[in-house]
């Protein structure tokens, strides 16, 4: 059955650090989403993006978050200058478009030291 | 306030036992979701549902569209249920999925 993949499942970085999440979602899913889920709290919506553009953001997305989908299979999560509020688990999820479903992806521990 | 709340936040069982966890939203939705987030983190789709009822082995999820609530029951609980359930709603087709706050379930042997 085809399923959302991340890459990495963990990543630690330094404060300041650029990182990137990386997200392969379903093949021929046209929605594709970010949350994240800080320790101990709910999951919160980032961004969505849709026909190469976001169609919505969040305030937690600001300038230092970015999301590409550079190459029509991976869609991408870059924080430019990491800080150690933004240690969470990221998850991608992608929707298909001939069902409103969302497909989650296992995430990606990011620890912010 | 928060747009999705569910009850009870933890809930402790034991083995057999018939569980249900509630949620009640408060905006328009297209769709409603129940989620299974493992220790370790990993969401997975349980249901998705917009009318009516669904069933899928020992679960079964119910929505009432006019009171802006759903349920989940677990039929003859089992240890490897042990997991927070969380409930999330989108408000139009191909939305963000707005989440709830979870329920923690632990299942005693």
């Known amino acids: 059955e085809p399923e959302v993949t991340q890459t990495p499942s963990h990543q630690v970085t330094q404060m300041g650090q650029e990182v990137i999440l990386r997200c392969v979602p379903i093949?021929?899913?046209?929605?594709f989403y970010w949350y994240r889920q800080i320790l101990g709290q709910k999951v919160e919506f980032l961004v969505s993006f849709y026909n190469n553009e976001i169609s919505e953001k969040s305030e937690i997305f600001d300038d230092q978050f970015s999301v590409e989908r550079p190459d029509g299979s991976n869609f991408t999560l870059k924080i430019r200058s990491t800080k150690l509020e933004d240690s969470a688990m990221y998850f991608c999820?992608?929707?298909?478009?001939?069902?409103?479903?969302?497909?989650f992806g296992p995430g990606t521990r990011l620890t912010v030291l | 306030k928060n747009e999705v709340e569910q009850s009870p936040q933890n809930l402790t069982a034991q083995e057999g036992e018939f569980i249900t966890i509630n949620c009640s939203y408060s905006?328009?939705?297209?769709?409603l979701h129940w989620l299974q987030q493992h220790p370790g983190g990993g969401i997975v789709s349980l249901f998705m549902?917009?009318?009516g009822k669904k069933k899928h082995g020992r679960l079964i999820a119910t929505i009432n569209i006019q009171e802006k609530h759903s349920s989940l029951h677990i039929t003859a609980s089992h240890p490897r249920d042990s997991a927070v359930y969380i409930c999330a709603v989108m408000k139009t087709s191909y939305d963000k999925v707005i989440f709830g706050p979870g329920t923690s379930l632990s299942v005693i042997p």
């Open positions: 905006v328009g939705i297209s769709a």
């Open positions: 093949s021929n899913h046209l929605y």
């Open positions: 549902l917009s009318s």
């Open positions: 999820a992608s929707v298909s478009g001939r069902s409103n479903e969302q497909f």
